[in-house]
Antibody, heavy 125, light 107 residues
Framework: EVQLVQSGAEVKKPGESLKISCKGS????????IGWVRQMPGKGLEWMGI????????RYSPSFQGQVTISADKSISTAYLQWSSLKASDTAMYYC??????????????????WGQGTLVTVSS | EIVLTQSPGTLSLSPGERATLSCRAS???????LAWYQQKPGQAPRLLIY???SRATGIPDRFSGSGSGTDFTLTISRLEPEDFAVYYC????????FGGGTKVEIK
């Protein structure tokens, strides 16, 4: 079974750093792009960026470029999303999801399946 | 960028009824590059439909997708109790965008 398992909920203060994780299993982790999606409280879904664990090639949504860092450690089949200085507005649920495919030539991303269970990040003083 | 508008915002129906959800794009979506997801409270989204009309693995055949160009539809032929949820459409692209969602609630 293809599965993505994310790290647990986090409560942080503004200005703190954070790194959350997403571990893949049941498939060749280095052969598929992994994406991160944000869902703010009571809101919809926003694509943040993707990474190819095979070579750590990373692409960011313009809305999130410079705000977060996406990385991966293929030796342990894990992708990461990190912040260097959290803000209250980063409070949200964050999902990782496997990208069906990515066309490097056109920059086209396809659909996401499956999804991790989500990591709730709460930033509050 | 392509903006997706889902309607209605909320759909109030009874179990057994037919649900018709709309997703309209601000520009034509290439080659029916559109997906649908279901999200239940406290759960992650789940892929239902990709390529506008192809059901994902394990999705019951009461779910169907149709449309092309700028107008797409997700139809649930007969609502089961577990189908009451929020549904999102997503267009593929250089920056995949999600619609705002349609909540299907019990009437």
């Amino acid at each position: 079974e293809v599965q993505l398992v994310q790290s647990g909920a986090e409560v942080k203060k503004p200005g703190e750093s954070l790194k959350i994780s997403c571990k893949g299993s049941g498939y060749s982790f280095t052969s598929y792009w992994i994406g991160w999606v944000r869902q703010m409280p009571g809101k919809g879904l926003e694509w943040m960026g993707i990474i190819y664990p095979g070579d750590s090639d990373t692409r960011y949504s313009p809305s999130f470029q410079g705000q977060v860092t996406i990385s991966a450690d293929k030796s342990i089949s894990t992708a990461y999303l990190q912040w260097s200085s959290l803000k209250a507005s980063d409070t949200a649920m964050y999902y990782c999801a496997r990208l069906a495919y990515y066309d490097i030539l056109t920059g086209m991303l396809a659909w996401f399946d499956p999804w991790g269970q989500g990591t709730l990040v709460t930033v509050s003083s | 960028e392509i903006v997706l508008t889902q309607s209605p915002g909320t759909l109030s129906l009874s179990p057994g009824e037919r649900a018709t959800l709309s997703c309209r794009a601000s520009q034509s979506v290439s080659s029916s590059y559109l997906a649908w997801y279901q999200q239940k409270p406290g759960q992650a989204p789940r892929l239902l439909i990709y390529g506008a009309s192809s059901r994902a693995t394990g999705i019951p055949d009461r779910f169907s997708g149709s449309g092309s160009g700028t107008d797409f539809t997700l139809t649930i032929s007969r609502l089961e109790p577990e189908d009451f949820a929020v549904y999102y459409c997503q267009q593929y692209g250089s920056s995949p965008f999600f619609g705002g969602g349609t909540k299907v609630e019990i009437k």
